[in-house]
């Protein structure tokens, strides 16, 4: 029988004491070893080697000043070094880049919108506005580009993360861009790309609706239909570690042609019933035609709300799907078609209901949540941390990961 890979255990083992130490914000190694069921032996090990690399500091709880009679030892805590690291993010849309930096608690030291038409920019543009982006917002929390350990980019479509390759994006020209490599090159820092539905699920479950839950599915309306699986605290992805794209779940197959979700429920979908409205197609450059939209719902546009109806439907019955596949106890649902309200919500939650099994009604639940970009940059930034906090240190740094 083979036996697991020992570094990878390692690996697996500081991640889960550093995730445990930064969701705690301060404790004890016999609470470390309650709540990761790792041995106290282990946790000794990890935790004297994280010290030596100055990735988390000690400090004593309990008064020293009592009499030598009374004194009892002081319990040791555990805290993250908040400056052991400073990681960037970056949300790229089809209407602007959106930039984060953090410490290595995840806090937001400094943030920057950039709006531009990503999509009409070829790959060499797109770099520089990643470049000065990211330098004007590491500027702006005071630092140099020399400070920040890693770059992580966060885009729409399909992406294999191990190498960092963009197999297909809304955003992008072409197919199969090699864009880590590409902005590592340009910036001089290690740069991870990863879709931008796998970012939010990573903030969502650092700092939104699913904090105390490790289980759930999130799915992405904007652009593309981008899905985020999280189980047991980690991503879920797909061989050669691909990300997921609910878009492309079939509906319907015929002799004539197939159906998939995206030919209904994407935004492209949606805003192609009615693109005659200038208003409508100048909205759609800067990335505020769902916006647009529900003010043209709201006048009563019948060509939209039938539109909306039809794509809320259809991801009720594609998210009634995943509820069989996963059973998760959190459905989250984010980004920019969610500016559609009911008349997308209320066919949504009507459809999912009529499609789900009678064992899951009590499992699972949809949250919605309309966040914003910055909290897309965010994950990102999380992302880099994740692979910072499961990474080999020494005194110099993490090594380099192999792929």
């Known amino acids: 029988m083979k036996t697991a890979d020992p570094e990878l255990m390692r690996a697996i083992n500081r991640f889960h004491v550093l995730d445990t130490i930064r969701r705690s914000g301060s404790i004890s190694r016999v609470e470390i070893g309650e709540r990761t069921q790792l041995s106290a032996t282990t946790i000794s090990a990890i935790t004297a080697s994280l010290l030596d690399d100055s990735l988390i500091v000690t400090r004593h709880e309990g008064d020293l000043r009592r009499d030598n009679a009374n004194r009892g030892r002081p319990r040791v805590m555990l805290t993250l070094n908040a400056s052991a690291a ?15 930096v953090t410490d290595f608690e995840g806090v937001v030291l400094a943030h920057l919108s950039v709006p ?18 990211v330098r004007r917002c590491v500027l702006d929390a005071g630092l140099g580009l020399a400070d920040v350990t890693t770059v992580a980019l966060a885009v729409p479509g399909i992406v294999e993360h191990g190498s960092g390759r963009v197999r297909s994006s809304t955003i992008l020209q072409g197919n199969d861009v090699p864009l880590a490599a590409f902005m590592s090159k340009r910036l001089g820092v290690a740069t991870i790309v990863e879709s931008d539905a796998n970012a939010i699920a990573k903030a969502q479950h650092w700092f939104g609706q699913a904090r105390q839950c490790d289980d759930f599915v999130l799915v992405s309306l904007e652009d593309s239909l981008g899905l985020g699986v999280m189980h047991d605290g980690q991503i ?31 935004e492209k979908a949606i805003l192609d019933e009615e693109n005659a409205d200038l208003r409508l197609r100048e909205a759609m450059r800067v990335g505020r035609g769902m916006s647009h939209v529900r003010r043209l719902l709201e006048e009563g546009n019948d060509g939209f709300a039938a539109a909306a ?35 997308l919500i209320e066919p949504l939650q009507a459809s999912f209901e009529r499609a789900l099994t009678e064992p899951l009604r009590a499992v699972t639940n949809i949250v919605i949540d309309e966040i914003g970009d910055e909290a897309w940059a965010r994950g990102a930034a999380a992302v880099a941390l994740s692979e910072l906090y499961g990474a080999p240190w020494s005194t110099t740094g993490p090594a380099a990961r192999i792929t």
């Open 116 to 133: 531009v038409r990503v999509s009409a920019l070829p790959l060499d543009m797109l770099a520089d506005l990643v470049e000065d982006g």
């Open 236 to 266: 879920f992805r797909g061989a050669r570690e691909l990300s997921l794209d609910l878009g492309h779940m079939m509906m319907g197959v015929s002799n004539a042609q197939s159906l998939r979700l995206a030919d209904i429920a994407s």
């Open 86 to 100: 400073r990681v960037v993010g970056a949300k790229i849309t089809s209407s602007g880049i959106f930039f984060v």
């Open 309 to 343: 109806s039809r794509a809320g439907e259809a991801l009720g019955i594609a998210i009634a799907n995943l509820a069989g596949l996963f059973a998760p106890p959190l459905v989250i649902l984010v980004g920019s078609s969610l500016a559609l309200g009911r008349d």
